[in-house]
């Protein structure tokens, strides 16, 4: 097939000229990168507070006493009540308890020796941001001075007197803080560059303009490319956005290369452009090609590790989120942004992406209508 | 066909699900020619059209388009023949300018900027060159698609009712033009309504609901509607139901005051015309029949399908 930079440039102009003048869409890409960041991202700064906990007391004494006083006064933990181990786990699982606190059998007569005896929280995690201050929280309990009446032998020098353990319910790969910045990078970029590429064709179909483009030598792969190659630099002005206010407004960290970032968001940018693309050659009008990227927009949402941990999910469900490129991208935002990681361990996570925008490029410039049969 | 054809299809047929809008058409147009194209609304002149550029692909039929296969060389065709879609089909979000030079650059003109400057004067839009094609007037719309469709020099024309909504003088105008490109030996395939610029056209074609029913100049288009014209000057609606009863009228047509009265056996309509009008008190004269009662006389006969 013969391509022309110059049909293909002709293209490309004519959708930024007519971008430009679509002052409600251009209003659209910044503002909704923005309102999303700071939404969540003011969701990650609240701080909880009363979170309903129950107590489980196999040893009534006078040290157990000592605590389950200092978490009623803490502001953290809200001590609905002391209950046996049947009925906490129910409360957990019905979700009236955040946390159920377990002080094990002879926690006194331990404590007292110095056997640094174990204090077990579970945690009901599907609320990570909760977990992690809890055993911050917990372990500045104004424990000792009630204690200090206490004959008691320290264990060794400096160790803490009691072992708390976190076990984490539901949720156990945590989600963190952090992640909300790469996410949302994903996620962002997903729905506008999908819906915006997926009305662009549906647009010209719908208007009659379609027919004066088909009229003319332009190729499907011409106009296709032509037609993403500005939404690529509005990706890319999105991306810098949420980087700055992430890093700026929210303190998120940038360990690793930002030139290896930004290749990356340039392939995960190209890979979603090429989806809208398809579907909007597929789509008949506009309604349509919306309601396809709704479709594909949930699963990357929800199969993708945005919204739930990816390995607590069935096997049939990482299958399919194995295929969308925001799985992946995720792993390699957070990689890049929080560990620093180098092109050649992220590979892994590289290819799919490539071998997802190449076979949707296929159907695409299958299913490109020459006609308007 | 020879160099002389620059169309030349044969058993063209197009069907929408299992309805046949254009049903196995013949039809030459030679080099340099003003071939009109009419038919009732419906009749299928667009989907012809379209199918002859390469934007609808026939279900049978074959034919080639300066010389090129419709179906399998559908792009080479396209880099020469210029087509005025039936409704404006330019960016409306775009000025004029900008409109004709992303068309210039679709057809990799080489010498863009002075070919669009160029056609902005030809065209009287220079003034209006920084206006957004959306915000045009209707005839103004209708240049600015000639105009662009104009800009790469095609061999063949496929003009989509170019004049529907454009001012007489304005017509006139652009009818002026399209001879001008004639004569330079560009052909002209144009679909209309209107019985001004039919007699224009060198030759014509009649489609009704998808058969090609009359093909020729005006002369043979008439004779092919095989009818005899009376008209009669200064008749009410009283008489015109007496002549609609008389033997042998198949229809009724008023310009002004004058009716013109057609029927194809002109035997029958020369006993019972003249008696009709002696009755009424009024003077029937026998005259050429006209294309337009040609064209209503076609357009009567032929019969429409069920559903449209
Ligand atoms: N894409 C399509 N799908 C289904 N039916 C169609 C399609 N395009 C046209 N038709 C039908 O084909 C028939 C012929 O349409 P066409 O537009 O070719 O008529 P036309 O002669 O150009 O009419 P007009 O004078 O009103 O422009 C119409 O009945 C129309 O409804
Ligand atoms: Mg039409």
Redesign the pocket.
């Known amino acids: 097939m013969n391509f022309s930079w110059h049909r293909f440039w002709g293209i490309a102009e004519k959708e930024l000229i007519q971008l430009r003048r679509d002052r409600l869409t251009l209003g659209m890409i910044i503002g909704i990168p923005l309102a999303q960041l700071f939404l969540f991202g003011y969701a990650i700064n609240s701080e909880p507070k009363h979170l309903p906990t129950a107590i489980v007391m196999a040893d009534p004494g006078p040290a157990a006493r000592a605590y389950v006083q200092a978490l009623r006064a803490s502001e953290y933990f809200d001590v609905k009540g002391i209950v046996d181990e049947r009925d906490s786990t129910r409360l957990l699982d019905r979700g009236d308890v955040q946390f159920v606190v377990t002080f094990p059998a002879g926690f006194h007569r331990d404590l007292v020796r110095g056997r640094r005896p174990t204090i077990l929280i579970e945690a009901d995690a599907t609320d990570p941001m909760t977990v992690g201050s809890a055993l911050a929280v917990f372990s500045g309990l104004p424990v000792s001075e009630m204690l200090r009446d206490m004959p008691m032998t320290t264990p060794s020098e400096g160790a803490p007197p009691v072992d708390v353990r976190v076990q984490r319910r539901y949720n156990p790969e945590v989600v963190s803080a952090y992640n909300i910045v790469p996410g949302l990078l994903g996620v962002i970029l997903t729905m506008t560059m999908v819906l915006m590429t997926g009305l662009a064709m549906t647009r010209e179909r719908e208007r009659g303009t379609f027919e004066q483009l088909l009229a003319t030598p332009a190729t499907p792969i011409e106009v296709m490319t032509g037609k993403i190659v500005p939404y690529i630099g509005i990706g890319l002005l999105q991306v810098t956005l949420i980087l700055l206010a992430g890093r700026f407004v929210f303190d998120v960290p940038i360990v690793g290369s930002l030139a290896l970032l930004y290749a990356v968001v340039l392939l995960f940018i190209a890979a979603t452009l090429t989806l809208g693309m398809t579907l909007s050659s597929l789509a008949r009008n506009q309604l349509q090609a919306m309601q396809m990227t709704f479709f594909y927009f949930l699963p990357s949402i929800l199969l993708s590790g945005f919204m739930f941990p990816y390995r607590g999910m069935p096997p049939w469900a990482q299958w399919v989120g194995s295929v969308l490129p925001l799985t992946h991208f995720l792993i390699l935002v957070r990689g890049i942004l929080l560990k620093g990681a180098d092109w050649v361990t992220l590979w892994p996570h590289i290819w799919p992406i490539i071998v997802f925008m190449m076979v949707v490029l296929g159907i695409g410039l299958k299913t490109y209508r020459r006609t ?2 | 066909m020879s160099h002389s054809t620059a169309i030349h299809v044969r058993g063209l047929t ?1 069907r ?2 299992d ?1 046949t ?2 049903n196995a058409v013949d039809l030459t147009v030679n080099r340099g020619e003003i071939y009109g194209f009419l ?12 199918m002859l550029c390469g934007l ?1 692909t026939p279900d049978s039929g074959s034919g080639t388009c300066l010389g090129h296969d419709l179906v399998r060389e559908a792009a080479a065709i396209k880099r020469k023949v210029g087509y005025m879609t ?1 409704r404006f089909s330019l960016w409306d979000d775009l000025s004029v300018r900008e409109n004709l030079d992303f068309v210039g650059r679709m057809y990799g003109l080489s010498d863009r900027r002075a070919a669009v400057q160029t056609c902005l004067n030809t065209y009287g839009l220079a003034d209006r060159a920084d206006q957004l094609a959306g915000t045009l007037s209707g005839g103004w719309k209708q240049r600015l698609a000639l105009a662009s469709c104009l800009l790469h020099r095609p061999d063949l024309l496929l003009l ?2 170019p004049t529907a909504g454009v001012d007489p003088s304005a017509r006139r105008e652009f009818w002026e033009e399209l001879h001008r490109l004639s004569a330079t030996g560009v052909t002209l395939l144009v ?1 209309t ?1 209107y019985m001004d610029e039919a007699e224009r056209c060198h030759r014509l074609a009649y ?1 009704a609901y ?1 058969d090609l029913i009359a093909h020729g100049d005006a002369r043979d288009i008439i004779a092919q509607a095989g009818i005899t014209t009376w008209t009669v000057r200064g008749a009410d609606a009283a008489a015109r139901a007496e002549f609609a009863a008389t033997p042998g009228v198949t229809d009724l047509a008023s310009f002004g005051t004058v009716l013109h009265v057609t029927g194809r056996d002109a035997a029958l309509l020369a006993t019972h015309v003249p008696k009709t009008a002696a009755r009424l008190n009024l003077e029937a004269t026998p005259i050429e029949a006209s294309l337009e009662d040609a064209f209503i006389h076609l357009m009567q006969r032929a019969t429409r399908p069920a559903q ?1």
């Open positions: 308007l049969d | 197009k929408f699900a309805r809008v254009v038919g009732p609304n419906g009749s299928g002149k667009t989907t012809f059209i379209r609808l039936q989509d009712e679909s309504h489609l998808g449209s």
